[in-house]
Every structure is written in structure tokens, then in C-alpha cells.
């Protein structure tokens, strides 16, 4: 996650040693707790939250409100209904949109009807 090598990590524990000394055991062990009461106290509030929403979002998830992982569901799940052509949306989809790629060389095709 932070990318610290073998180095870096004995630097960085040198260097608590020197500014913490022997209170180090303390200080880590504080750290500790405040981690573990941000963590209860973001647990609480998730909780709070599915439960003022009432039990039509009993199953909703708060990491769908993340972007990232909105569009990844709505966007690249292989659902059904959305490969389906029954609507007649797409019908004048030009012949390019479903080829497979362009060639390195290839140029891309231009449509003049586009904004």
C-alpha cells in the first residue's frame, strides 16, 4: 500500500525510537485503540445509516456510492438485458461500433454526424 521497502521500514523504526524512546510501547499501544474506536465508531455509523433507511435497502452496500465501483457494476457486468436489442435505441448503430479493435497503423473512423 505505501510501498516501503526493507530501508525505509529500518529508518522509520530507528527514527520512532529515538523520538518516542521508551514510551513507544505506549504510544503504539494508544495508536492501537484509537484505531480500533475509529473503526468501531465508523462501524456504528453504517449500521445507523442501513438502519434509517428502512428495510427497502436492507441489502444496499456503501460501497456502491464509491464511482468507481458504480460503473463497474452498471457498466461492465455481463448482464443480459443490456446486450438485448429489443428496444430499437441502437438500430442505426454504424457497422465500425462492433468491430474488435483498429489496427496500430489504422486510423479511427470519423463520423460527421458527431457533436
Not at 66 to 86: G, Q
Amino acid at each position: 500500500m505505501f510501498d516501503v521497502g526493507l530501508g525505509e521500514m529500518a529508518v522509520l523504526v530507528v527514527l520512532a525510537l529515538v523520538i518516542f524512546g521508551d514510551k513507544l510501547p505506549q504510544v503504539a499501544g494508544q495508536a492501537g485503540r484509537m484505531l480500533r474506536q475509529f473503526r468501531e465508531m465508523a462501524n456504528s455509523a453504517k449500521a445507523d445509516l442501513q438502519e434509517g433507511l428502512g428495510p427497502e435497502f436492507k441489502d444496499f452496500d456503501l460501497n456502491d456510492l464509491n464511482p468507481k465501483t458504480f460503473v463497474r457494476k452498471h457498466l461492465f457486468e455481463d448482464d443480459e438485458t443490456y446486450l438485448k436489442n429489443d428496444s430499437g435505441i441502437f438500430d442505426d448503430e454504424p457497422s465500425y461500433a462492433t468491430s474488435a479493435g483498429l489496427d496500430p497503423s489504422e486510423k479511427p473512423p470519423f463520423d460527421n454526424e458527431a457533436t
